[in-house]
T-cell receptor
Framework: ETGVTQSPTHLIKTRGQQVTLRCSSQ?????VSWYQQALGQGPQFIFQ???????GRGNFPPRFSGLQFPNYSSELNVNALELDDSALYLC????????????FGEGSRLTVL | GIQVEQSPPDLILQEGANSTLRCNFSDSVNNLQWFHQNPWGQLINLFYIPSGTKQNGRLSATTVATERYSLLYISSSQTTDSGVYFCAVSMNRDDKIIFGKGTRLHILP
């Protein structure tokens, strides 16, 4: 059974640039959710995807967008990067919408200069 | 939206001690999970426990859904138990998944 994998693990961008983060869900899971974790804080829910549709969104501006593909892998895109976007971005998969355990990847650490 | 409060925010204990971490939530939930975040940032599943009691070795957890709280017990603490413990909840009618701010546990040798 393959776990949740994320890429890249680390990246550095400059303010105003765009970034794409990728997540492969655990085998058999059709739901993916994304979180932003600033240093010293708890993870903040960005959005959730279920069967390729966004289903639930936290308090993040529209420049945070995502996709889910037919194989249930997912992307998080952030446009017009700001310094405050520097954080650990975590992806989790689960076997169904609001059911079952969340399984997390190791995260992508983004630094915006 | 639902509020999740964890206590205490910080806890320092000697190796071998027992500890109880608490998670209070402000509304009915259908999912509740406890995690341990390792030094590299990965969230490790401890328990999926929307209700009832579970045990796994030195760790156990109890959720009393009707009273809107969950407890995580760590017995005979080891230095490797150090880190941040989070609870996360979600509700049926609200698709958001909400984390508490965590309890930072320091186990001293």
């Amino acid at each position: 059974e393959t776990g949740v994998t994320q890429s890249p693990t680390h990246l550095i961008k400059t303010r105003g640039q765009q970034v794409t983060l990728r997540c492969s869900s655990q085998s058999g899971h059709n739901t993916v959710s994304w979180y932003q974790q600033a240093l010293g804080q708890g993870p903040q829910f960005i959005f959730q995807y279920y069967r390729e549709e966004e289903n639930g969104r936290g308090n993040f501006p529209p420049r945070f967008s995502g996709l889910q593909f037919p194989n249930y892998s997912s992307e998080l895109n952030v446009n017009a990067l700001e310094l405050d976007d520097s954080a650990l971005y975590l992806c989790a998969s689960s076997p169904g919408l609001n059911t079952g355990e969340l399984f997390f990847g190791e995260g992508s650490r983004l630094t915006v200069l | 939206g639902i509020q999740v409060e964890q206590s205490p925010p910080d806890l320092i204990l000697q190796e071998g001690a027992n500890s109880t971490l608490r998670c209070n939530f402000s509304d009915s939930v259908n999912n509740l999970q406890w995690f341990h975040q390792n030094p590299w940032g990965q969230l490790i599943n401890l328990f999926y426990i929307p209700s009832g009691t579970k045990q796994n070795g030195r760790l156990s957890a109890t959720t009393v859904a009707t009273e809107r709280y969950s407890l995580l017990y760590i017995s005979s603490s080891q230095t490797t138990d150090s880190g941040v413990y989070f609870c996360a909840v979600s509700m049926n009618r609200d698709d958001k998944i909400i984390f508490g701010k965590g309890t930072r546990l320091h186990i001293l040798p």
